[in-house]
């Protein structure tokens, strides 16, 4: 059983910037893929971005040239860098990981990201 923990997040204006941090209990070695993915009030949860093992990164075309997702092997830890944040990327962030390309298996509890002025 692995924990991932998520930080690092809170209240922007819109066009700052925040980096979301998650912290695995375990090697993230161990998994294909980790991911960042979020849930906005009223909505289904959808990806953010992920990072295979082999360093491959994906983006939700939303949010392709503004965010950064990364990866820390020493540190068991997964970033997320997010710049010019606008007012529909408020939403709960959630880190997960998995064993496969499509379906992740382990999740952290989330950390909000409200974009307000």
């Known amino acids: 059983q692995v924990q991932l923990v998520e930080s690092g997040g809170g209240l922007v204006q819109p066009g700052g910037s925040l980096r979301l941090s998650c912290a695995a209990s375990?090697?993230?070695?161990?998994?294909?893929?980790m991911g960042w993915y979020r849930q906005a009030p009223g909505k289904q949860r959808e990806l953010v971005a992920t990072?295979?093992?082999?360093?491959?990164?994906n983006y939700a075309d939303s949010n392709k040239g503004r965010f950064t997702i990364s990866r820390d092997n020493a540190k068991n830890t997964v970033y997320l860098r997010m710049n010019s944040l606008n007012l529909e990327d408020t939403a709960v962030y959630y880190c997960?990981?998995?064993?496969?390309?499509?379906?992740?298996?382990?999740w952290g509890q989330g950390t909000q990201v409200t974009v307000s002025s």
């Open positions: 990072i295979t093992s082999s360093g491959r990164t």
């Open positions: 375990g090697s993230i070695e161990n998994f294909l893929t």
């Open positions: 997960a990981a998995g064993f496969t390309l499509a379906t992740m298996t382990y």
